[in-house]
């Protein structure tokens, strides 16, 4: 029993897993207001070096111009110095990362050393309801309003409420589109969720199909309560954490 009350005691990683159209983006939110820990995006932290124009940032800058990805000894460090911060004492939320099964292999031996557990959240989707989603998008080239066929249409069918503007289809939105975003999705993340599954980390799949995103918040947080209770009787994640991250 003592090692499970030890892990339960630890601060807690939540890996988001979810493909374009599926919602991440407000889960995540959701995760940050209910839990009280941070979001880590990668791709914001890679941003924001180069916006600073760290060192990082520079050598970030050469490789995409030249057309090289930013390797993942070098994401993993950014993920480490983040992680480290006295703000991830309880734990964070994972956004962008991992992104290969190299990154996932280094991110659990930098979880295992710190002594946090892992909690690797797979939001699934069915393909052809996003897509469907994304058809019924429209936008005013003018003022920039967006609209929904199904969840917000205009009040006359292809016109703007606002300014009677003929309403377009964002290149983004387009089926063509979408369908090569879902599949390069699809490529880059089963090798790591199929990682995840075999090393036995807690992964769970989430239903995110249909439902409004408060239900399936709701989902999440049942499965992270459940989870984690397993393995102690309070709330283990409104615990204060020993800090065992921050250095
Ligand atoms: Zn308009």
């Known amino acids: 029993m003592a090692d499970a009350e030890l892990k339960a005691s630890l601060p807690?990683?939540?890996?988001?897993?979810?493909?374009?159209?599926?919602?991440?983006?407000?889960?995540?939110k959701y995760l940050v207001a209910w839990l009280g820990i941070p979001q880590i995006s990668t791709g914001d932290?890679?941003?924001?070096?180069?916006?600073?124009g760290t060192e990082i940032g520079q050598s970030i800058r050469a490789l995409m111009r030249s057309g090289t990805l930013v390797p993942d000894e070098l994401v993993n460090k950014l993920v480490e110095d983040r992680i480290t911060q006295p703000d991830c004492g309880r734990g964070f939320i994972l956004d962008g990362y991992p992104r290969t099964t190299a990154q996932a292999k280094e991110m659990?031996?930098?979880?295992?050393?710190?002594?946090?557990?892992?909690?690797?959240?797979?939001?699934?989707?069915?393909?052809?309801?996003?897509?469907s989603r994304m058809n019924g998008r429209r936008v005013c080239p003018k003022c920039g309003t967006l609209y929904n066929a199904v969840s917000r249409p205009p009040k006359t069918e292809g016109i703007c409420?606002?300014?009677?503007?003929?309403l377009v289809?964002?290149?983004?939105?387009?089926?063509?589109?979408?369908?090569?975003?879902?599949?390069?999705?699809?490529?880059?993340?089963?090798?790591?969720?199929e990682y995840f599954r075999n090393s036995g980390a807690r992964l769970f799949d989430v239903d995110a199909s249909k439902d409004r995103p408060e239900v399936v918040f709701g989902r999440i947080q049942k499965l992270l309560e459940g989870g984690l209770s397993a393995t102690r009787k309070d709330d283990p994640l409104r615990t204060p954490g020993e800090g065992a991250l921050a250095q």
Do not use: C
Request: glycine share 8%; hydrophobic share 40%.
């Open 108 to 131: 659990m031996r930098l979880l295992a050393r710190a002594g946090a557990g892992e909690v690797v959240i797979h939001l699934v989707v069915d393909y052809n309801i996003i897509i």
């Open 169 to 193: 289809i964002r290149e983004d939105d387009r089926e063509e589109v979408v369908r090569e975003r879902l599949t390069q999705y699809d490529a880059q993340t089963w090798p790591v969720i």
């Open 45 to 52: 932290m890679l941003r924001d070096h180069i916006r600073r």
């Open 161 to 166: 409420d606002l300014d009677g503007e003929a």
């Open 12 to 28: 807690i990683a939540v890996i988001m897993f979810g493909s374009p159209g599926s919602g991440k983006g407000t889960q995540s």
